[in-house]
């Protein structure tokens, strides 16, 4: 199978513009023909969802959570990127596409990162007018703060709650079409297959987690917004009901997965503390701005209280290092960094893993007071989770999966490999590269939503003309005899070890030998040990209750048996993957200094991995990268 | 520490529910209150018992999934924190605990610990949005608003709509959580077209879902994780009289020139 992007032809800065102009358009009247559904409702979805229904289309939106409105997109703390150059600082769409297609270490598309600079400017308007409450100065205009990565102030927030509030407005914007009956919303609902007839994503069995009912659901397309897969550690920054499940459901009925193996760390987050714990919690990069981290020079010194050690026993590594981007290093450098003066014995906390990230010179410049008004409720929560005040004694962080930048590969229309079928968001694979800059996140899932996919979904069906599909079609009936059989084999198993102590074992596997260092010897641990534990937990997992009633027991086994197969890609990928790129750090592919070391000779491609069936080796498909506009450079943040 | 916990066990709505009394053994002061709770449901697995549902999702106190009252106070009673960021250290070693869900007849339970609190998404549906379709936006800077007033709709909008100030409510009203929506979206300027509707309606189909009336006791904002103020009531009951007194506007014509 060829891999074709579908990039529309001419210069860089033409081509969203030319695809736009050449589209083919469903005219108002026949859009209420057309059936789509959404999955997820975080930003990316939910934008999408309001958007398709005020455009006239018939849409279906799914999500687990009790309402729409609490998707993880909703914890995102420090802001989103766009390229309004308010700061008269130079920025411009080329800077903010450069620094992008630079902070994802020259692995992204070039065409779609451009389009996503392009459509930034269009984001920050669209959601200042929901009554989104960014921060602003008195004079009644946006203000900006810096984040990693660039050298100009281009984010936007809404104090360190940018997520939150972003998402509330695309959720009030999807309350508009739910009460115009333009969207059917289905919460509490759970995506267990994707139906595929003819060649084409058709439709999704889903499961209501309250009654239990599985049920049927046809569409002309299937957008899957479900997010990205960080849960495979077991311990990431993702809520606890973030999963992998529909992509990877989908990616067994036929779509491409890109990239799994980029998988970012953010260097900030609250240290674990202990094999108890559920989940870890970021600390917003935006911290990185005022706060200088260090840790003590000698040994000898980590057991100090931090003040304690005098100005010049210690290491500002970063700003040693990288001199010229400091503090505000990239997500991947900075953890890295990290985890080297950790390595070295000079970490600090329980188990020496941590650093000290230190506000107390900004105190000093700026006081307290600014200090609160800016990170107040960053600190607040800092205090419940670990008991400290961080206004008297630096913070401990350290890194934490937070972002997976791989995902279900999609072309230049965010259609993935199987005709029909969208994929939105962190869920898809293609504008962050190996790496993900801060604050681009939120700027990608709207611009999916609201600006891109809305357009590409009207080109799709306008020139396909899908008939329509009945669910008592043999591909629905056999999906859902599929996910019937997949839940009693679950639920007949009554073994001995619950869900949760597979996935914990899981998580360990691969943040050990495939987090933020990996090697041969270590990947190829993981190859091993990961369909042992597969092969164990399809005999002794033990899901109490039944499949009729609301059984988060069950649900949690569902997501856990897919990681356990995602998580062997996931290793294969980063095997085959000889060089270090962004958040993919090969150890025997380093330069002198530590740094990584880029093999664009042979591998600037796009893995695409191709399901050929269970326990068969998925099949690699290469998409070249192809740089018309910027030339491959060795990443300097020097 | 040690503890013995009285949770709440209800098969489902229809059936009786009540307290099943369960010891919780070697709890560290650094869990969270539901990695304690995570801690007993695992051991009750491997047991061969059923787990408690209870509802959590981003553990960081900003989606408002979690909603647990403990020793009768929504979240706990820790100023400005959702059940899933209290932690074990605010206990005392042989402590008893009582755990039930929310209890408010808008919200009816669902199992366990987990009640069913979409009669908010339908308040939200009648009114708590700004009618503007993707691509209708002007430049962003084309409308100041001031800082005093945008920081103002920020601590409005601050809610994770999780229902506390309902379930804390003798009366069950959900005045906080619909009075901070109205707030948010009617002190800026974007959302003054529809001020006056989007109170009527919101505060119709508040009282339409069975939620009861508000006496001002302010149990509401003292239980509130995010401290959403007593305020906008006010201002909820300001923008409702006046809404009421304007009454309906209607053109005279009807009709275009079509």
Partial sequence: MNLDAKIPPGPLAQKWDRYKSNMKLVSPANKRKFDVIVVGTGLSGAAAAATLAELGYQVKAFCFQDTPRRAHSIAAQGGINAAKNYQNDGDSIFRLFYDTIKGGDFRAREANVFRLAQVSASIIDQCAAQGVPFAREYGGTLTNRSFGGAQVSRTFYARGQTGQQLLLGAYQAMCRQISLGNIHMFPRTEMLDLVVVDGAARGIVVRNLVTGDISLHSADAVVLATGGYANVFFLSTNAIGCNVTATYRAYKQGAFFANPCYTQIHPTCIPVSGDYQAKLTLMSESLRNDGRVWVPKRKEDCDKEPAAVPEAERDYYLERKYPSYGNLAPRDIASRAAKEVCDAGRGVGPGGRGVYLDLSNAIQRLGENTIRDRYGNLFDMYERITGENAYRQPMRIYPAVHYTMGGTWVDYGLMSTLPGLFIIGEANFSDHGANRLGASGLMQGLADGYFILPYTVGNYFASTKPEKIPVGHAGFKKAEEDVRQFTRRLLSINGKRSATSFHKELGKLMWENCGMARTRQSLETNLKHIPELREEFWKNVRVTGSGEELNQNLEHAGRVADFLEFAELLCLDALHREESCGGHFRGEHQTEDGEARRDDTNFAYVAAWEFKGADKKPELHKEPLVYEEVHMATRSYK | ?258
């Fill in chain 2, 1 to 258: 520490m040690n503890l013995t916990l009285k949770i709440w066990r209800q098969k489902n709505a229809a059936s009786p529910g009540g307290f099943e009394t369960h010891e919780a053994r070697d709890v560290s002061p650094d869990m969270s209150f539901l990695e304690m709770l995570d801690m007993v449901n695992e051991r009750l697995i491997a047991a061969g018992q059923e787990p408690f549902v209870f509802d959590s999702d981003c553990r960081e106190g900003i989606c408002g999934t979690c909603s647990l009252v403990i020793n009768g106070v929504p979240h706990g009673g820790r100023k400005g924190t959702t059940v899933c960021q209290l932690h074990m250290r605010h206990f005392q070693d042989g402590q008893t605990i009582t755990i039930e869900p929310w209890r408010a007849r808008a919200f009816p339970l669902v199992k366990d610990l987990i009640v069913d609190r979409t009669a908010f998404d339908r308040i939200m549906l009648a009114g708590g949005f700004i009618s503007v379709n993707t691509g209708n936006a002007p430049e962003a800077n084309a409308l100041p608003v001031s800082k005093e007033i945008a920081d103002l709709a920020m601590d409005a909008a601050a809610c994770i709509g999780c229902g506390a100030c309902v379930a804390v409510c003798k009366n069950a009203s959900a005045m906080l959580f619909v009075a901070a929506k109205v707030s948010h979206l009617n002190y800026l300027p974007q959302g003054r077209a529809e001020k006056d509707r989007r109170v009527k309606n919101m505060v119709a189909q508040m009282d339409q879902e069975g939620f009861g009336n508000c006496t001002v006791t302010g149990s509401c904002e003292a239980v509130c994780p995010k401290e959403i103020n007593l305020d906008f009531i006010a201002k909820m009951n300001r923008d409702y009289a006046v809404a009421v007194v304007k009454g309906e506007l209607k053109a005279n014509s009807g009709g275009g020139v079509g």
